[in-house]
């Protein structure tokens, strides 16, 4: 699937982040060189996901702002609601806790 960057940034961590158009913000591990999904924004907000002006990556949560329709860019004085969106970081289950 043909995607384009959207955003590009560091999160609080130092973790190298990109969005895309398609509502996927990835981040870059850098001890085995591969960009793994952090939250796939379209799936979780499917009416809203094109309208989402990140500002920034905290304590595992997307940080940004919401914007009217049509809109593409925040306008100066542009009163807004902050959002913090969780991040789905995929954990690989050990031995140990599939015996549980």
Same mark, same amino acid.
């Given at each position: 699937?043909?995607?384009? $960057? ?6 609080? /961590?130092?973790? +190298? ?8 913000? %990835? ?7 591969? @960009?793994?999904?952090? !939250?796939? #924004? &379209?799936?979780?907000?499917? *009416?809203?996901?094109?309208?989402? @002006?990140?500002?920034? $990556? +905290? *304590?595992? /949560? +997307? #940080?940004? =702002? ?5 809109? =593409?860019?925040?306008? !100066?004085?542009?009163?807004?609601? %902050?959002?913090? =969106? &969780? +991040? /789905? $970081?995929?954990? $690989?289950?050990?031995?140990?806790? &599939?015996?549980?």
């Amino acid at each position: 699937m043909k995607s384009y $960057i959207t955003w590009a940034g560091f999160s609080e /961590e130092g973790v +190298l982040s990109t969005l895309d158009d398609n509502g996927v913000l %990835s981040g870059f591990n850098f001890a085995n060189q591969q @960009w793994t999904p952090l !939250v796939d #924004l &379209k799936r979780r907000h499917a *009416d809203t996901f094109r309208n989402f @002006w990140v500002t920034g $990556i +905290l *304590d595992h /949560e +997307l #940080l940004g =702002i919401e914007l009217p329709q049509g809109v =593409i860019q925040p306008p !100066v004085q542009f009163k807004s609601v %902050s959002r913090r =969106i &969780k +991040l /789905e $970081i995929p954990v $690989i289950q050990g031995d140990s806790e &599939k015996e549980n």
